[in-house]
């Protein structure tokens, strides 16, 4: 319980669906059993269809996010062009494993399009930068027996847009339902070629 | 059992504090003051372990000054609430973390827009729309989720806070002495006399 991937609480997961992906997240902050807030989002964007979820330590789960953001800056301003899903985790992946003997208590989620061929790419990652590379979905948080259970039974290969955001929101609204943790409204991106969809499921508020 | 609250309402941010300064089981003062004013629109109350709040509060306070003496201008609420938590952040994985909690409360100066942030000692930041610290947020935070409404008034406030202080007193084992309740509106910080003496039966 007192784990400090489970004291704040929260969930996150993404799917692969065809020529598009998602990436959704809860919406709450907690300190053990107590929510202090229901508007903290997991799910930061770090370029035109490059996304990153963000569950575990909250205090991490914000330095984290900015970290990424001034590094993504910094690429961006080098390079002249917009990161790459694939080249984002393994910036993601690499940053972790510099902390080995001292993490940051996070578990991220990536997920995006591959600016080229428009490759859905999804991965996970745990706290020192192991990638887990997926073809179907990823979760993380406090929720990932729920989330493995519903993920399992609902995804099917070449889900469209439509259906890849029920298939998406079902799953996690019904996972968060079943962990104290984790909850409070959710956030869903949908991720095609050149169109970002981000919807607020406002979700069970007990 | 320090208690620290917060409500924004319309057009203000109200920030109360209570006044026991406690060694152990013992009250050294019961008109201490755990607030600091960081700008003209800025108000910060802070608890935790006795050396570590004073000794950051000040520091915070001294920088949040720097800034607006050499720039001319204030750092909105929002943005010394993340310099607060970027420094709380770097000192959770110092030698010798601070062990603070704090509520930051202010009105932004442009928009006249309330808001609160709530901070932990871990450096977790979010942004409520009202808010308590330590066992207060057992006691307070379900009857704030009742009564609070994004648009009250301030007086309307100083209800909510004394329904939250009322309970208090019903329910906490020892006395915490009052409350110094502060309140942030867009003409900067006003001192708000409330009433300490009120004695409230445990039921």
Known sequence: MSSPFSINGGACVAMVGKDCVAIACDLRLGLQALTVSNNFPKIFQYGDNVFLGLTGLATDVA?????FRYKVNMYRLREERQIAPRTFSNLV???LYERRFGPWFVSPVVAGLDPKTGQPFICGFDSIGCIDFAKDFIVSGTATEQLFGMCESLWEPDLGPDQLFETISQSLLNAVDRDALSGWGAHVYIIEKDKVTKRLLKGRQD | MEVLLGITG?????????????????ILKASDDKTRQLNKHTLMAYSGEAGDTVQFADYIQANAQLYSMRNETDLSPSALAHFVRGELATSLRSRNPYN????L???DP???KSSLYWLDYLASLAPVPYAAHGYAQYYCLSILDKHHHP?????QGIKLLTLCTDELKRRLPIDFKGMTVKAVTK??????QFDDDKVVKAA
């Open chain 2, 187 to 192: 003409d900067g910080v006003v001192d708000i």
């Open chain 1, 93 to 95: 992946s690499s940053s």
């Open chain 2, 100 to 103: 603070v909690n704090l509520l």
């Open chain 2, 151 to 155: 648009d009250i008034t301030l007086g």
């Open chain 1, 63 to 67: 330095t984290v996010s900015d970290l």
């Open chain 2, 10 to 26: 319309k057009d203000f941010t109200l920030i109360a504090a209570s006044k026991a300064a406690m060694r152990g089981a013992t």
């Open chain 2, 105 to 107: 409360g202010g009105v």
């Open chain 2, 110 to 112: 442009i928009t006249h």
